[in-house]
């Protein structure tokens, strides 16, 4: 039971019926809401503010923001679905996946491992389709050594029960990789 000084509260500060039970920390379901309602019709309080267009009663402030990518100034919301990063599709394609903590960003491990392995799976020789398996699992180590060219069903095997039937030969393959390496 909620006393009704909390939830006149936060019907004041709510919305919608949605807001109402998030303000008021409740998992938002029908029996919830259902609750909510009977409660209010009880308190006798007041939901004539409520609306679902949360949106035509808060007003977005405007303003103008720089580019993080390309420096051009642009104009965008403060909060809510219009606020923008960048000014571009392209802009934010660019700032969202090419940072410096990307993955796949250009110089990204598949062309590290394709600059020092040949575009094939170690194994079976398959150059259509190659991915490439991080040794240690950790995915921000992309050193040569650490990158390995498996087809689909090999890689698949590493990370399966049947891995046994493929390790020593990949083990094999990376301790020749190094040798290699250090004589170069």
């Known amino acids: ?15 919608n019926k949605s807001e109402l039970l998030r303000e008021l920390k409740i998992p938002n379901n029908g029996r919830n809401i259902k609750k909510i309602y009977s409660l209010i019709k009880d308190y006798n309080l007041d ?7 949360k949106r035509s009663l808060r007003i977005k402030e405007r303003i103008v923001k720089k580019c993080p990518v390309c420096q051009k100034e642009f104009e965008t919301f403060t909060q809510g679905k219009g606020a923008k990063t960048t000014c571009s599709h392209s802009c934010s ?14 110089t990204n491990y598949r062309t590290i491992c394709f600059q020092h392995h040949e575009k094939k799976c170690i194994l079976c020789r398959e150059n259509k389709i190659v991915e490439v398996h991080h040794l240690d699992e ?3 180590n992309n050193n040569p050594e650490n990158l390995i060219p498996l087809c689909p069903t090999h890689h698949q095997y ?10 020593k030969k990949v083990m094999n393959y990376v301790k ?4 290699n390496a250090s004589v170069v």
Request: charge should be positive; charged fraction near 20%.
């Open 93 to 106: 394609n660019t700032y969202f996946r090419s940072g410096y903590d990307n993955p796949n960003r250009v």
């Open 1 to 15: 039971m909620i006393p009704k000084l909390i939830l006149e509260k936060a019907i004041n500060s709510s919305y």
């Open 176 to 179: 020749e990789f190094k040798n």
């Open 138 to 140: 950790n995915h921000h």
């Open 158 to 167: 590493w990370h399966s029960r049947f891995r046994n039937l493929i390790f």
């Open 47 to 53: 939901t004539s503010h409520f609306d679902n267009l």
